[in-house]
């Protein structure tokens, strides 16, 4: 078979041969080039630096330049704006020698530039589907993708089981009904433990689709372990390992990432900061640091396991293990690029976190990564794209509107009974308001949404929750949370390294005015964002580590005998899977353990029908690997509670859900506008994961393991009371 690149246009070959020395392509490539010149929507998969954006690029740029296409070709959708400033480059040096042009379009770019000019529509368009969602609101913009040839959606896990993910499902069946036909998806994922159904997920199999799945080449990969209790010898250890190197250091939250900055900026040249609540500005000081000669080393968050290019480094430091296997094999694949080893080097605080960072490890060397689970119930994007639809059409009746929501494909397994009663509700609380047959947006929906030309209606994203943080000279520092500001007042904090002092709030505005501070030990917070706990592939993992009762990693001993004492303070012979329950004895009471090793979000719904069905006198506690319960009697208190897990075991959909708590309504941005019983079912399976409970609780064995003396018992439990 002939290679793809002998096929490509004459001026895609002189671009990638002249300006990049390449004479041929990567295998990531070439069959991507393939599958997407058949028509097919195609999800690329390979590895950090794999090449998946050019895997995706190139073929549509060859058929631009061999067809030709009236308007906008092809839209590249991402999920940070960061990311599109970071592959514009890249995108342009593609394009434009070939003559073709490339637009970004998102909340940081000037309104002036987000548009364009008769006759000068951009080939390609890089945005966020916040921003298209803005720019299909503009019908003169929006006819310029009737010609439109394909979607490329990067990092497309990052979209999958959010809400993101459900609204970005809206817009591509929009982009469909303005094209008048499917246009062709290309997602792009480093990292995706079930490619089949995801691909399944983007494609609507509304014709062909193929997975193109490019395993990391196997190369040398080396890790290092330090486990120290106290945090000054955890830092010290961190400014040991990334002193005069490019070094990215990962940590958990936006919180945990200040205060290593704070500890070890003093001591460690060129350190930056990186994180989603910082300015583009800050933010792009710590990216530029690795384009230059010398040590640079960047504390960070989750934001750089995206597909950010910061260069070549030397070590990727993990201060505590990530909560998944996905992030990992993210954060690694930064490292070990042009042939060096891949170098990772732990800094843990115990033994607990030696077992998780083993179990994430092992379950990489297997192969195995989270799958994804797209969500089953949105019923908050429903709501977005409700008022869009009257917003958008000014006035329209219920059945057209019903007839809209009904043909979005997150939408499709929504009886049209529960879509009737949104919109019942929303006209009752005075949201949409009527006119005989017609329906309108109500006063409540303007007061509530209707700011800035109805800007909020755009996201399905929680905006309202941060204050921008400023200058006198009008620099944008970045962004703090609500509760924050409101609990600091006047106070002093931290944010991108340095300390800043609040001199003036203006709610209105959501902005707070600041300048230089003086103390050294200042903090900030954050609702969110940092560590949800460990994903249930890795505590499985933790499980089969000790079901074994040892790691099949080749550690040094001292790392070794931690693990091991870790793991003789468990029960003996722990099985592979299942719920295991044993008594213990704690001062003159007796607790009883259930190693439940499927993570906190199952934990936390047992935990609260435990509660419930226990009664109020018993307190349950629970982690992402245990629930501890007390007061529950003292003869036969395991058995007690073996019966009732019996009793859970046979509980189906409808009677945990007279059992559990409702959430408050604002834990949703349209949580408001929905009906009480319509917001419980969307609880049930989008906060409690439900189906997913009732799937694993109804299959697991439940062994009573022999009594245990008194001493901590568990692998690791955060306590959090339920």
Not at 46 to 65: F, M, N, Q, R
Request: proline fraction near 5%.
């Amino acid at each position: 078979m002939a290679s793809a690149f002998s096929a490509l246009h004459e001026s895609l070959q002189t671009v990638l041969s002249q300006r990049l020395g390449w004479t041929e392509l990567r295998e990531v490539q070439e069959r991507s080039y393939r599958a997407v010149a058949n028509g097919s929507d195609v999800l690329v998969i390979a590895p950090t630096a794999g090449g998946k954006s050019e895997a995706a690029l190139i073929p549509v740029i060859d058929d631009l330049l061999k067809n030709g296409r009236a308007g906008v070709a092809c839209i590249y959708i991402s999920p940070l704006k960061a990311l599109i400033n970071d592959q514009e480059e890249r995108f342009s040096a593609f394009c434009i020698p070939t003559g073709l042009t490339v637009m970004k379009w998102h909340g940081d770019v000037p309104k002036g530039d987000r548009a364009w000019k008769e006759g000068e529509k951009p080939h390609i368009l890089m945005i966020t589907p916040e921003s298209l969602e803005v720019l299909l609101h503009e019908p003169k913009l929006a006819v310029a993708l009737k010609n439109l040839r394909c979607v490329i959606i990067d990092e497309l896990h990052a979209f999958v089981e959010a809400e993101r993910g459900a609204h970005l499902k809206t817009l591509l069946y929009r982009i469909d009904r303005i094209a008048q036909r499917p246009v062709q998806r290309i997602g792009l994922s480093a990292t995706v433990g079930n490619p089949g159904e995801i691909l399944g997920w983007l494609s609507d199999h509304r014709h062909g689709d193929e997975v193109v799945a490019v395993p990391s080449m196997a190369k040398q990969k080396r890790f290092s372990f330090v486990i120290e209790a106290e945090e000054k010898d955890r830092m010290d250890a961190v400014v040991r390992t990334v002193a005069g190197k490019k070094a990215l250091v990962f940590v958990n939250s936006r919180r945990d990432a200040e205060n290593v900055m704070n500890v070890i900026a003093p001591r460690v040249e060129n350190v930056y900061i990186h994180h989603s609540s910082l300015s583009v500005a800050v933010r792009k000081e710590a990216e530029e640091a690795f384009s230059r000669e010398g040590g640079a080393c960047i504390i960070c968050t989750s934001t750089l396991e995206l597909g950010i290019d910061i260069g070549d480094l030397d070590v990727v430091v993990q201060l505590g293990p990530p909560n998944s296997v996905s992030s990992f094999l993210q954060r690694m694949g930064r490292s070990g690029r042009r042939g060096q080893s891949a170098y990772v080097a732990w800094v843990l605080r115990d033994s607990c976190e030696l077992l998780c960072s083993t179990a994430i490890i092992e379950s990489a060397m297997h192969q195995r990564v989270e799958p994804l689970h797209p969500q089953k119930r949105p019923y908050n994007v429903l709501v977005q794209q409700m008022f869009l639809f009257v917003h958008r059409t000014r006035r329209t009746t219920r059945r057209q509107l019903e007839h809209s929501l009904r043909s979005f494909p997150p939408f499709a397994g929504v009886p049209t009974a529960t879509i009737g009663k949104i919109i019942t509700h929303a006209i009752e609380q005075g949201y949409l308001t009527t006119d005989g047959d017609m329906l309108m947006l109500g006063e409540r929906a303007e007061q509530t949404f209707g700011n800035a030309n109805w800007k909020d209606l755009y996201s399905v994203i929680m905006g309202a929750g941060e204050f921008r943080a400023v200058t006198p000279e009008g620099e944008v520092i970045g962004r703090l949370d609500a509760r924050f500001v409101s609990s600091r007042a006047a106070g002093e904090f931290s944010l991108g390294g340095k300390v800043w002092s609040m001199v003036k709030c203006d709610e209105g505005h959501n902005l707070v005015v600041v300048v230089p501070g003086t103390e050294q030990t200042s903090r900030a917070f954050w609702t969110g964002g940092g560590m949800t706990g460990f994903s249930p592939l890795v505590c499985a993992a933790v499980q089969e580590i000790l079901s074994r009762g040892s790691s099949v990693l080749p550690l040094l001993p001292p790392e070794e005998e931690i693990l091991r004492e870790r793991i003789r303070r468990l029960p003996h012979k722990i099985p592979k899977t299942g719920l295991c329950v044993w008594e213990r004895r704690s001062g003159n009471r007796i607790e009883v353990v259930i190693l439940s090793l499927y993570g906190s979000q199952m934990n936390r719904l047992l935990t609260i029908l435990l509660g419930q069905i226990l009664g109020k006198r018993v307190r349950v506690r629970y982690s992402d690997f245990s629930v501890l319960i007390q007061n529950v009697g003292r003869d036969g208190a395991a058995q007690r509670v073996e019966d009732v897990l019996q009793v859970i075991k046979a509980l189906d959909r409808d009677a945990i859900g007279a059992i559990v708590p409702a959430l408050p309504a604002d834990t949703w941005k349209f949580g408001e506008v929905l009906p009480k019983e319509v917001l419980k079912d969307m609880a049930l399976s989008e906060q409690y994961h439900i189906e997913e409970f009732i799937e694993t609780i109804r299959v697991v064995p439940v062994v009573i393991m022999p009594d245990l003396p008194q001493g901590p018992t568990q692998p690791g439990n955060k306590g959090e009371d339920e």
